[in-house]
Structures are given as structure tokens and as C-alpha cells.
């Protein structure tokens, strides 16, 4: 069992900028491939940007692509999301996932295995 524990949400302005991460509380940290995905007010959830295992692939929604920079550092078995140029549209509860493979990270929610509790950004205009 992997536990998640998300951090750095908050309230900024739009045209800020904020940094989450995620602390994952496992051995196995660079086995799994890892997700951020966010879910706006009345809305289903949405993939935003995943990594994969080693970090040297990264992918992106194209809403944030070019404003959002996902990153991990296995040593530390911490996964970041970087985000810049905020939108009003950005705010969400914001997920941090794990995704048990190798491979390509898949974008679903539903694929991921392990998922943490969130943490709120709220941009306002």
C-alpha cells in the first residue's frame, strides 16, 4: 500500500504561481509512474500531467501545457507539480496519483492504484 500526502495549495491571484507536492510513504517510490489530476467545483475529474517512473518523460493536458511543469525526485520519493501564469480556471481540488507501471502513463483516473486526500488552489480574478 502506497500512502499520498499533497501540499502547497492555496489561494493566489491570477498570474501567480504555485508549487505542489506530493510525498509518497513507500520503498517502491520509482517503480510507479505518477499523475496530477484536479477536479474544478461540480465537475468530474481530470488528468492534468503524469511522469514516468525514471522522470524523464512528462506529459500534459493541453489546457496547461506550457504553464505547468511536473517533476520528481526519487530520493525523495516526492513528485511536484510547478505551476505558473494561473488562471481562474485552474481552481480544482488537486490529486496526486500512483500508476503501478513501467510504460506510459495512463491518463484515466481510473487506471492509477493509489491516490492522496488533495489540496485546494483557488485562483481568483
Known amino acids: 500500500h502506497v500512502q499520498l500526502v499533497e501540499s502547497g495549495g492555496g489561494l493566489v491571484q491570477a498570474g501567480g504561481s504555485l508549487r505542489l507536492s506530493c510525498a509518497a510513504s513507500?520503498?517502491?517510490?520509482?517503480?510507479?509512474?505518477m499523475g496530477w489530476f484536479r477536479q474544478p467545483p461540480g465537475k468530474g475529474r481530470e488528468f492534468v500531467a503524469a511522469?514516468?517512473?525514471?522522470?524523464?518523460?512528462?506529459y500534459y493536458a493541453d489546457s496547461v501545457k506550457g504553464r505547468f511543469t511536473i517533476a520528481r525526485d526519487n530520493a525523495r520519493n516526492t513528485v511536484f507539480l510547478q505551476m505558473n501564469s494561473l488562471k481562474p480556471d485552474d481552481t480544482a481540488l488537486y490529486y496526486c496519483?500512483?500508476?503501478?507501471?513501467?510504460?506510459?502513463?495512463?491518463?484515466?483516473?481510473?487506471?492509477?492504484?493509489?491516490w492522496g486526500q488533495g489540496t485546494q488552489v483557488t485562483v481568483s480574478s
Open positions: 513507500t520503498r517502491t517510490f520509482s517503480s510507479y509512474a
Open positions: 496519483a500512483a500508476d503501478a507501471t513501467y510504460g506510459v502513463p495512463r491518463r484515466s483516473p481510473i487506471e492509477y492504484d493509489y
Open positions: 511522469i514516468t517512473w525514471s522522470g524523464v518523460n512528462t
